[in-house]
């Protein structure tokens, strides 16, 4: 019976236990020989009293595989000795319970702890049956000496149960604390690695959002194709990069708890669908696919629902049917009202079969086709379940030849209409007055807020951290702030807390809004907590980030009476 090599066993655990044994049968052990009067055991505590003392030194000679088999060894029989000679009161079980324990402890092959286990219980089931039929007979002692021993065999059973125990709490901490370790160094790689690549994805967007927009100013229409053509794949690429991204940060924060708490409110339910839609245009015309939106006249305008998750929910599904779509084809999305239900329903042709619809929503399992195999992690529909069950709904895949349709059920609860701010395209002269300073250190990023600034005909100042914006705004004072969160020599936190501390009162209620790449919701916090008025998460899209800014810039501004 070989072992495997030891490796991460407590060795602690084996020195001490031989130690402890070692000194029971030189006393307790002893102590048993002297009320029963039986040469045998006397040989026997003898023995395994100066073994497991040796033990602990032995493992550096012969291994320590050997040794642990020795230690077993030696306990079983005197299982089987102790139990034939006392009889019922030698509590058998309790040294079972012993072995079995130490050995899930000490043997690190599976197979081998299986056999011993295995044996270990025949050895009791034949005791047991042994003093029912009386194969063998105990050996006859009086009644006082019957409850000394009793007495002995119990408080030696609960002391090395008690501290196998002991190591076993010990060992279950060890790993607790480990995994609370692992877990702090994920979420920080997580972190990290999320705010580096969303920072340079930001201006990838925003390069190709001003390349579309210049495109379009040019004159030569074969030209304007040309380019187009390959800025719309730009733009394609880094809404996949974004998706992805999104994703697996959701699937972190979900696993951490800290997704953001669901939502109740009234929002236009067409808009939220069309919002959703339009941002998928981009991978549409790329694939040559032609987008059918039909939605039920018998809905509501309003609903009352969480407009974010279902956002989110949305766009995976159109994204998953968009991008898995056979080229040159129709995707139809169907909005229709089921009972107190809403149907939310995409149809489109694919390759996938019912049996790969069945495991379709499971984590990290992708069944994308050989054009989009790199688009495709496998979390997004995973997470969309999960999202989909926040808002206590459903969701379920069908194939029916080659369409592939996916049906999102959700509670129709009626809406008011809310006051919204109207989405017309901003006019320069409404913000030439205004002045944004914009706290960012890559020069790519400036780009693209520059642009989107100007685009409003604000007036964009920059600096790239936090000690250099505190110096400019003893010359300036701007009407917004935008900010990130990382950055050299002082960072978003730090400036805010340094501006909302700050005795003029003229910069110190500046409304500020923070532009990072973090998404765990205890960062969020953190940045609201500094000062922060908003959140704008990157890598945003240029509507986005006029319409944070319009948010935040009254569309006539108030000028300051003269002293």
């Known amino acids: 019976m070989k072992l495997t090599a030891y490796s991460d066993k407590p060795v602690s655990f084996f020195n001490t236990i031989c130690l402890l044994l070692a000194v029971l049968s030189l006393t307790l052990g002893m102590a048993v020989f002297y009320l029963i009067d039986f040469a045998p055991a006397f040989y026997l505590e003898l023995f395994v009293g100066i073994l497991f003392f040796c033990l602990p030194l032995l493992h550096r000679r012969i291994g320590i595989d050997r040794v642990i088999l020795i230690f077993f060894v030696v306990l079983d029989a005197a299982l089987v000795f102790y139990g034939i000679v006392l009889g019922p009161i030698?509590?058998?079980?309790?040294?079972?319970?012993?072995?079995?324990?130490?050995?899930?402890?000490?043997?690190?092959?599976?197979?081998t702890r299986n056999l011993f286990w295995t044996y270990v219980g025949a050895m009791v089931v034949l005791l047991e049956l042994n003093y029912t039929f009386h194969w063998f007979k105990p050996i006859a002692f009086s009644h006082n000496s019957m409850l000394a021993i009793r007495l002995i065999v119990v408080l030696t059973g609960t002391a090395l149960n008690g501290i196998m125990l002991y190591f076993y709490i010990k060992q279950v901490r060890t790993m607790m604390a480990e995994l609370k370790k692992a877990s702090e160094a994920k979420t920080k790689y997580l972190r990290e690695t999320n705010h580096e690549i969303r920072t340079p994805l930001?201006?990838?967007?925003?390069?190709?959002?001003?390349?579309?927009?210049?495109?379009?100013?040019?004159?030569?229409?074969?030209?304007?194709?040309?380019?187009?053509?390959?800025?719309?794949?730009?733009?394609?690429?880094?809404l996949l990069i974004r998706e992805i991204i999104?994703?697996?940060?959701?699937?972190?924060?979900?696993?951490?708890?800290?997704?953001?708490?669901?939502?109740?409110?009234?929002?236009?339910?067409?808009?939220?669908?069309?919002?959703?839609?339009?941002?998928?245009?981009?991978?549409?015309?790329?694939?040559?696919?032609?987008?059918?939106?039909?939605?039920?006249?018998?809905?509501?305008?309003?609903?009352?629902?969480?407009?974010?998750?279902?956002?989110?929910?949305?766009?995976?599904?159109?994204?998953?049917?968009?991008?898995?779509?056979?080229?040159?084809?129709?995707?139809?999305?169907?909005?229709?009202?089921?009972?107190?239900?809403?149907?939310?329903?995409?149809?489109?042709?694919?390759?996938?079969?019912?049996?790969?619809?069945?495991?379709?929503?499971?984590?990290?399992?992708?069944?994308?086709?050989?054009?989009?195999?790199?688009?495709?992690?496998?979390?997004?529909l995973s997470i969309t379940k999960q999202l989909v069950e926040k808002i206590n709904g459903t969701i379920t895949a069908d194939a029916s030849g080659s369409t592939t349709s996916f049906t999102l059920s959700i509670p129709l609860k009626e809406g008011h209409k809310v006051q919204e701010a109207g989405h017309v395209e901003p006019v320069k002269e409404i913000y030439q007055d205004y002045i944004i300073l914009v706290l960012e250190d890559d020069k790519l990023n400036q780009a693209a807020f520059r642009a989107a600034i100007k685009s409003m005909g604000a007036v964009p100042y920059f600096a790239e951290n936090?000690?250099?914006?505190?110096?400019?705004?003893?010359?300036?004072?701007?009407?917004?702030?935008?900010?990130?969160?990382?950055?050299?020599?002082?960072?978003?936190?730090?400036?805010?807390?340094?501006?909302?501390?700050?005795?003029?009162?003229?910069?110190?209620?500046?409304?500020?809004?923070?532009?990072?790449?973090?998404?765990?919701?205890?960062?969020?916090?953190?940045?609201?907590?500094?000062?922060?008025?908003?959140?704008?998460?990157?890598?945003?899209t240029r509507k986005e980030l006029v319409d944070m800014i319009r948010k935040y810039l009254p569309s006539i501004k108030l000028m300051k009476p003269f002293m």
């Open 90 to 111: 030698s509590e058998i079980h309790l040294l079972a319970a012993f072995l079995m324990g130490a050995s899930d402890l000490l043997m690190t092959s599976r197979k």
């Open 246 to 380: 999104n994703n697996q940060l959701d699937l972190a924060k979900i696993e951490e708890n800290q997704f953001n708490e669901v939502k109740n409110e009234s929002f236009n339910l067409r808009e939220c669908i069309n919002e959703c839609i339009l941002m998928q245009r981009p991978i549409a015309s790329s694939r040559k696919i032609n987008v059918v939106l039909n939605y039920d006249a018998q809905l509501p305008e309003y609903i009352l629902s969480d407009d974010t998750i279902l956002s989110k929910i949305i766009n995976n599904l159109a994204s998953n049917a968009l991008k898995y779509a056979a080229k040159n084809t129709v995707v139809r999305f169907n909005v229709l009202k089921a009972g107190e239900q809403i149907h939310i329903e995409t149809h489109n042709i694919s390759s996938l079969n019912p049996e790969q619809l069945n495991e379709i929503f499971l984590p990290f399992v992708s069944h994308a086709n050989r054009e989009n195999k790199s688009e495709s992690t496998g979390l997004g």
């Open 466 to 540: 936090g000690a250099e914006a505190l110096e400019l705004l003893k010359m300036i004072t701007p009407d917004l702030i935008i900010t990130d969160g990382k950055m050299p020599v002082m960072d978003g936190k730090n400036f805010l807390r340094a501006l909302r501390a700050n005795d003029n009162d003229a910069t110190r209620y500046i409304p500020a809004i923070v532009s990072s790449g973090e998404t765990f919701l205890q960062e969020q916090e953190e940045f609201i907590a500094a000062g922060a008025t908003d959140f704008l998460l990157k890598p945003f």
């Open 202 to 238: 930001t201006s990838i967007m925003g390069i190709a959002e001003g390349l579309n927009e210049k495109v379009a100013q040019l004159n030569d229409s074969s030209l304007v194709t040309a380019i187009r053509k390959e800025t719309e794949h730009l733009q394609v690429a880094s």
